[in-house]
T-cell receptor, first 113, second 115 residues
Framework: DAGVIQSPRHEVTEMGQEVTLRCKPISGHNSLFWYRQTMMRGLELLIYFNNNVPIDDSGMPEDRFSAKMPNASFSTLKIQPSEPRDSAVYFC???????????FGPGTRLLVL | AQSVTQPDIHITVSEGASLELRCNYS??????LFWYVQSPGQGLQLLLKYFSGDTLVQGIKGFEAEFKRSQSSFNLRKPSVHWSDAAEYFC?????????????FGGGTRVLVKP
């Protein structure tokens, strides 16, 4: 079974550029989560969706960040414009509806120069 | 608001020795508790979880954890560590909502294993 798939695995970009991170959840999972991990702040929940609807986006740091889930098998996290302080590892996770266990993807390591 | 505290940022243990990682939580109801492990450059993998019932929970890779409501703790243990156990470990508490669920993670404990 394929797990959560994230792309790209690594991204290097320059300040001011738009960055799009992609996630394919495990088939049949109804909840999808975006996390950011940094040394300073640890693992932070940015936003999560249930049945493609954003439920809680209180962790999104500012308007430069946006996330979409156009269908049950795809989600994007976009940063526009990117800044060096956005450098982090971004994880996507999914969970079956009614269960609490989240399954994590391998992450996207973002470096903004 | 729920919160999770992992008091130890780093722990160094000799191979073959026992390991205990501490986790304390703050939550207004019966918690759902998890331990995840993250190997370098990898995503998080679930080790074990507690929802209800027996307070001693067995997980993968020989790990176990004990839920102690009176102490608001969910400590992770392993009797004999292997070099491959070197990783970062995260405790998390879950909050179940009508639509989806949400986890709050602790800051993590990095485990180093000495030969």
């Amino acid at each position: 079974d394929a797990g959560v798939i994230q792309s790209p695995r690594h991204e290097v970009t320059e300040m001011g550029q738009e960055v799009t991170l992609r996630c394919k959840p495990i088939s049949g999972h109804n909840s999808l989560f975006w996390y950011r991990q940094t040394m300073m702040r640890g693992l932070e929940l940015l936003i999560y969706f249930n049945n493609n609807v954003p439920i809680d986006d209180s962790g999104m740091p500012e308007d430069r960040f946006s996330a979409k889930m156009p269908n049950a098998s795809f989600s994007t996290l976009k940063i526009q414009p990117s800044e060096p302080r956005d450098s982090a590892v971004y994880f996507c996770a999914s969970s079956p509806d009614g269960q609490e266990t989240q399954y994590f993807g391998p992450g996207t390591r973002l470096l903004v120069l | 608001a729920q919160s999770v505290t992992q008091p130890d940022i780093h722990i160094t243990v000799s191979e073959g020795a026992s390991l205990e990682l501490r986790c304390n939580y703050s939550y207004g109801a019966t918690p759902y508790l998890f331990w995840y492990v993250q190997s370098p450059g990898q995503g998080l993998q679930l080790l074990l979880k507690y929802f209800s019932g027996d307070t001693l929970v067995q997980g993968i890779k020989g790990f176990e954890a004990e839920f102690k409501r009176s102490q608001s703790s969910f400590n992770l243990r392993k009797p004999s560590v292997h070099w491959s156990d070197a990783a970062e470990y995260f405790c998390a508490v879950g909050m179940i909502k009508a639509a989806g669920n949400k986890l709050t993670f602790g800051g993590g404990t990095r485990v180093l294993v000495k030969p």
